[in-house]
């Protein structure tokens, strides 16, 4: 048996695979990043539940994709917790921008990229990974991500820049102060995802022209730092995957339409996309047992 996971700052999406290569069972646990979670947490939380008890002694196999994951430092936090869960299984763990490179590949070389809590992007030719500029992170980077929105409206709330019945129903949403703000933001652990957490709200009010060009200049920004770094980005494959390339796609596309960029694909969640890239171009399944 084999567990695949593909897992952001906030939420994993994994699954459980048989060795003929049908689904056991799809698991939908927490986000680990091991900037701000240990091994001892991965292994705490996982253990909790049910399937993954019942069934961690059969797993021989464990493809994990995370947010963070992107030094042997950081990808050995992981690592050991997940070996603790599965003590039977070979563990390799790796970044979620190589997740989304296999997730979205249909054969041709591709600039993959992603825009979710966070944002990034790489270029993949189906057997090799290169960055071309680096992802910075939700306080120096993440262009366009839900945590880059997130920073903005929060901004444009405490600066009074929000129209009266927004800024009303933003307050009647949240119930936050600006302390409770400041507090979350420079004081407690996973400002991002707290951050990352009011794309929501933007996206509920996205008929606001102010919102859509919010988002707009969000989405232009990252194509001009992190697609257009690659030099023949123009002729590209270009794939998106996450939750907020895909719910703002109508405005993705437009931005890059802009910059003379064609999108091929945005897909929401990469896992389906994953266990294919993993069973035909891996060839897991020759290895899914002892």
């Avoid at 490179?101 to 990974?129: M, V």
């Amino acid at each position: 048996m084999i567990y695949l996971a593909e897992s952001g700052s906030t939420k994993c999406d994994a699954v459980l695979i048989n060795d003929d290569g049908s689904v056991f069972e799809e698991i939908k646990h927490m986000g680990f990043n091991p900037f701000f979670h240990s091994a001892d947490l991965v292994y705490n939380e996982l253990s909790k539940i049910e399937t993954i008890k019942t069934h961690k002694n059969q797993v021989f196999q464990v493809y994990f994709y995370g947010a963070g994951c992107s030094s042997a430092y950081y990808k050995e936090i992981i690592a050991s917790g997940l070996r603790r869960v599965f003590p039977n299984a070979k563990v390799y763990v790796d970044h979620d921008l190589v997740a989304a490179a296999y997730a979205s590949y249909t054969g041709n070389p591709e600039i993959a990229c992603i825009i979710g809590t966070g944002s990034n992007s790489c270029f993949f030719d189906g057997k090799t990974i290169y960055e071309e500029v680096p992802a910075l992170a939700y306080i120096l980077g993440d262009e366009g991500s839900a945590s880059w929105l997130g920073k903005r409206l929060i901004a444009m709330y405490l600066y009074k820049q929000l129209p009266s019945d927004i800024a009303e129903d933003f307050y009647e949403t949240y119930r936050l102060t600006k302390d409770d703000i400041f507090r979350q933001v420079y004081n407690e652990p996973h400002a991002n995802v707290f951050l990352a957490g009011f794309s929501l709200f933007v996206h509920k009010h996205i008929y606001l022209p102010a919102f859509q060009q919010m988002v707009r200049e969000g989405f232009e920004l990252f194509l001009k730092t992190h697609v257009l770094c690659y030099k023949d980005a123009k002729s590209l494959e270009i794939n998106f995957v996450g939750s907020v390339a895909y719910h703002f796609r109508h405005i993705l596309i437009e931005a890059a339409n802009t910059l003379d960029l064609k999108i091929n694909n945005i897909i929401q969640k990469p896992l389906q996309g994953l266990i294919h890239y993993h069973i035909h171009y891996l060839n897991i399944l020759e290895n899914s047992a002892v």
